[in-house]
């Protein structure tokens, strides 16, 4: 059995990270106190209800389930660290992401400090009984930051992840702007990508945050490109052709790409069951209202084949997607 972190020999290998952004239509990140288990959901600290609903959405697509009447959401859940700075005894934070409707720059996000005893109840009526929420609109926050970076940490999922995640977290608390909150946080997926974190509202996924990256990522300066094989890519967008092409584009425009107002859509694709090649649109609004689109070609490349996970020999292959054209299209079609 290999001793050797699985982030470490995925760098080695050069294994791109471009395209592994996990697809979420809501997160739901909730406070709860170390230790964490291997199997997070299975913990005696999380409420009943929310144990129950996370089961629900974790079986196949096509299960039968008792959401037939709307589709089922993707759901991303997700638990901190409680910050000790604005934690409250008998209390526990809880934030809620949702994905708007058209094109958009960030999640929606309703953020609560509920009493323990409510917690379970709250996430029952947020995806069972949405009729029932008004009642706990009492304990809902007031907006007091513009981000939240969340840093996995969650050392029983993989070694890699405390290894070279808590010093990642480290040096972003230690430099973050007022603002901005840093979280340790459970495996969402991808530790591979070690140090690895997810930036939220935005729904951005970034790997590899390492040297001089964490306190550049916090203020966006310097050249972009500089994390051409730093971004994952952002959650808004369906599938890996799509956040290919989409990483492609924020090289081109630079920082203020993050705020602009996107969406993406596939123009054609092969028609195999692992497409080869997809064309693609992305169509954008800045803040100030100049609007435009990029067409890409985006090809899927030969697959990496490196360990998924630390202590374990059997390779898992990754493919790498790669941008071959991209053009910006003056006028963008309406209607996404």
Known sequence: ??????????????????????????????????????????????????????ELWLQPADAVWPFVATPRPRLRPLAVVPDPESARRGYRRVMVH????????????????????????????????????????????????????????????????????????????????EGVRVWRVSHFGGHVFAPTLLELPAGRYWAYI??????????????????????????????????????????????????????GVTVAQDDADEPSWAEVRLDFESADGRGGAYKAYVEREAAVATPSSTGDDKLYCYPQYRVTALDRIATPTVGS
């Not at 058209?102 to 009493?115: H, I, S, V």
């Open 1 to 54: 059995m290999s001793t050797d972190f699985c982030n470490v020999v995925a760098r080695e290998k050069n294994l791109d990270p471009g395209g592994y952004a996990g697809v979420a239509d809501i997160f739901i990140t909730l406070e709860m106190p170390l230790p964490w288990p291997r199997n997070l959901w299975q913990s005696e600290q999380l409420p009943d209800e929310l144990r129950r609903l996370v």
């Open 98 to 177: 949702r994905r708007p409707r058209g094109r958009f720059a960030d999640f929606n996000k309703t953020e609560y400090l509920l009493p323990e005893e409510g917690v379970g109840p709250f996430f029952w009526a947020l995806l069972m009984e949405p009729s029932d929420l008004p009642s706990f609109e009492r304990y809902r926050e007031a907006p007091r930051t513009t981000r939240d970076l969340l840093v996995c940490n969650h050392g029983s999922v993989d070694a890699a992840c405390a290894k070279f995640g808590y010093p990642l977290y480290e040096a972003l608390q230690a430099h973050a702007p």
């Open 210 to 263: 390492d040297g001089d990256k964490p306190t550049r990522l916090l203020t966006r300066q310097g050249d972009v490109r500089d994390f051409y094989g730093h971004y994952r890519g952002w959650s808004g967008l369906e599938h890996s052709f799509l956040q290919a092409a989409e990483r492609e584009a924020l090289m081109r425009e630079g920082w203020a790409w993050l705020d602009y107002a996107k969406s």
